[in-house]
């Protein structure tokens, strides 16, 4: 426990920097009590193991409180969707929930001008930096980062902090964090296919086994509860070959909006379906 | 320790059960309101109910529990209702393949049952037919991991064919465009539904073949035993107005 305050007091103070003032500690510390509590009341009931998230909405936000009129950084939005990020994992991994998937940036988003690219490319960077360094995000949780997509498809600076931050978390024992950049479900599929094929070598048939052997997101289990925020109701090419037995949930609030309490919303609408579709996973599995 | 766990777990299981009474009493009211919505657009008071522009609805699939599509009147009565509102491709989806074993039942209780084409059953192959004129599509958990792998193979035996070009020496390169010839070649090129139901207790795809979910919308109907004609004609109108950026 102690261990987990101290990790938790370091996230803290890594979230309010520049409040050194011992009041925003002690309500950091009252805060974290305070969640201790209300997730030990929804440890009751089942845990997800894999949360997975479609962080949907930030340019509305932007746009809705008119963040970008008079605005130098185009990128407000995202900024406070990082935040929302942030604060997310956090929650997810203080309750127990051991992977947490979202989808960063679609091979679909390649489509937008080349400068709003370039300042997303940019962005992420920018906070993988960040959250790698050495009082970051990372250390304070001890999570392991994962990559999954065509990450030849990102620009090189961006792809090279993506790297460092794997190699530097790979040993990492805490909760996993993947982050989908340049990647759709489609292509990860077509990119399982080729590795599948490529790795036959006398052996007969491709079968599922080795498909999913080849999938990016090979060795996490699969996601329990897939979020998209903004109410919007698909799934955007997003984990597809993963989701069969997954909730999914389409909560109204814009990413920047989603908080703490929408997370325990979420958690209480998927123990409400967790035997159904434990039971359809089951009966599946033994089909098989 | 001991002493205080004994404490602690019944007041944690109390507050976790007054937490699920409130979820269950915001899902009351949702479908409250939801009903009557659903009787205000029964009523045909709303005149925006009464012909819904379908030009974006090339195709529409519904996922339906096993337990639920064992009730084939329901399935049946449903397939009328979406041909009577003037949709043209319909794909029916059980993850156990129930209604695939069923469709010689739809074509019994059809009215002109020489309307209804059947194709013999197979139960690792998607089953179509004409019905009210209406194409049907009926698929099942077969038809979607286990066709991709399919398609892998096909790609595979035609990779090993052309063993001597130059290009294959560094390894096979498949596209996507390759994978959707592959599966149909392999007899699984369904199209993509442009809006998916589900009924059933969980909002879940239960297995829909992902290839083919890509930019569906997918709507959760509740369980099939209280399927409502209003409430399909809300959701058809609710796509009407919908909007895609496709990742713009």
Redesign the interface.
């Known amino acids: 426990m102690s261990t987990i305050s101290e990790r938790f007091s370091i996230l803290q103070s890594h979230l309010e920097k520049n409040c050194k003032s011992k009041i925003s500690k002690i309500s950091g510390y009252v805060g974290f009590i305070m969640r201790k509590l209300l997730f ?6 089942p845990i997800p193991a894999h949360v997975a998230i479609i962080m949907d909405g930030n340019r509305r936000f932007a746009k809705r409180h008119s963040l970008l009129q008079d605005s130098i950084d185009p990128a407000s939005g995202h900024r406070l969707g990082f935040r929302s990020l942030i604060t997310t994992i956090q929650y997810s991994f203080e309750m127990g929930v051991k992977c947490v998937t979202v989808y960063a940036f ?7 001008s080349p400068q709003e690219v370039q300042m997303l490319m940019d962005l992420m960077r920018e906070k993988i930096e960040e959250m790698s360094a050495e009082d970051g995000v990372f250390k304070a949780l001890d999570v392991k980062i994962n990559f999954w997509g065509n990450l030849e498809l990102m620009t090189e600076p961006t792809r090279l902090s993506a790297k460092r931050a794997m190699d530097t978390t790979v040993h990492n024992k805490g909760p996993e964090l993947s982050v989908c950049v340049a990647y ?4 990860e ?2 990119h399982a ?2 590795a ?3 790795d ?1 070598k006398g052996k007969d ?4 086994s ?2 999913e052997r080849n999938l990016y997101s090979a060795g996490c289990v699969e996601p329990d509860i897939i979020i998209r925020t903004s109410g919007e ?5 997003f984990l ?2 993963q ?7 389409n909560p109204k609030p814009l990413w920047p909006e989603f908080s703490l309490r929408h997370l325990v ?1 979420a958690v ?2 998927y ?3 967790y035997a ?2 434990k039971n ?1 996973k089951e ?2 599995e033994k089909n098989k | 320790m001991i002493e205080a766990s004994v404490i602690a777990s019944p007041i944690l299981g109390v507050v976790f059960c007054l937490l699920h009474v409130i979820v269950s009493l915001v899902h009351t009211w949702s479908h409250l309101v939801h009903q009557i919505q659903c009787l205000i657009i029964s009523s045909g008071l709303l005149s925006k109910y009464q012909n819904i522009n379908l030009n974006r609805l090339r195709h529409l699939a519904v996922v339906i529990d096993s337990e639920d599509a064992k009730n084939k009147s329901k399935v049946h009565q449903l397939l009328c209702w979406l041909s009577d509102i003037g949709v043209k491709y319909v794909i029916l989806y059980d993850i156990e393949g129930v209604m695939k074993k069923s469709d010689k039942a739809y074509e019994k209780s059809s009215a002109n049952p020489s309307e209804t084409k059947c194709m013999d059953f197979a139960p690792n192959m998607p089953l179509i037919f004409d019905m009210f004129g209406m194409t049907v599509e009926i698929i099942s958990y077969t038809d979607g991991k286990e066709a991709v792998a399919k398609g892998a193979n096909y790609l595979c035996s035609n990779y090993l064919k052309n063993q001597d070009d130059t290009l294959n020496k560094l390894g096979p390169k498949f596209t996507e465009p390759d994978i959707s010839s592959a599966l149909k070649a392999v007899g699984h090129d369904g199209p993509e539904p442009d809006l998916l139901l589900v009924y059933g207790p969980a909002r879940c795809h239960l297995g829909f073949p992902a290839w083919r979910l890509r930019y569906t919308e997918i709507v959760h109907m509740g369980p099939l035993s209280s399927m409502k004609l209003s409430a399909v004609v809300k959701v058809l109108y609710d796509f009407s107005k919908k909007h895609q950026n496709y990742g713009k």
């Open positions: 030990s009341v929804l440890s009751v009931g679609s091979i679909d988003n390649f489509k937008r759709t479900s489609t292509n599929i077509t296919i080729e599948s094929v490529r036959l048939q491709v079968q599922v080795d498909l109701t698909r799934l955007s090419n597809l070959w989701s069969d037995f997954t909730h999914l949930q919303w209480l609408e123990q409400r379906v159904y579709l359809k009966g599946i």
